[in-house]
Nanobody, 127 residues
Framework: QVQLVESGGGLVQAGGSLSLSCAASGKIFSINSMGWYRQAPGKERKLVASITSGGSTNYTDSVKGRFTVSRDNAKNTVYLQMSSLKPEDTAVYYC?????????????????????WGQGTQVTVSS
């Protein structure tokens, strides 16, 4: 069973910094992309930043220059360093991973591609 466990988040004043981390565990064969999404109250969940296994990154325009996504492939962990935080960054932040897991098939272990989510962590930026 694959799990994504997030840590970090909390309450910070505008202009401050926070770090999030997300570790994937379980029977994982490989991880393609990992990333962070966020969902503010009453709004859709949207991509914040993502990073491939090769280190290519993608950011939504509103966080460029303020947020940095990175990953440790050996630890199956993705990080999000957030700085110059604004009240509009307030949301629940979710970790996401596209990975290949090893599952028990009818005739033994098989690889299966799937997408996984973390449980979410609250980030609140006060003005």
């Amino acid at each position: 069973q694959v799990q994504l466990v997030e840590s970090g988040g909390g309450l910070v004043q505008a202009g401050g910094s926070l770090s999030l981390s997300c570790a994937a565990s379980g029977k994982i064969f490989s991880i393609n992309s990992m990333g962070w999404y966020r969902q503010a109250p009453g709004k859709e969940r949207k991509l914040v930043a993502s990073i491939t296994s090769g280190g290519s990154t993608n950011y939504t325009d509103s966080v460029k220059g303020r947020f940095t996504v990175s990953r440790d492939n050996a630890k199956n962990t993705v990080y999000l360093q957030m700085s110059s935080l604004k009240p509009e960054d307030t949301a629940v932040y979710y970790c996401n991973a596209d990975l290949t897991a090893v599952v028990v098939g009818t005739w033994g272990p098989v690889k299966r591609d799937d997408n996984y989510w973390g449980q979410g962590t609250q980030v609140t930026v006060s003005s």
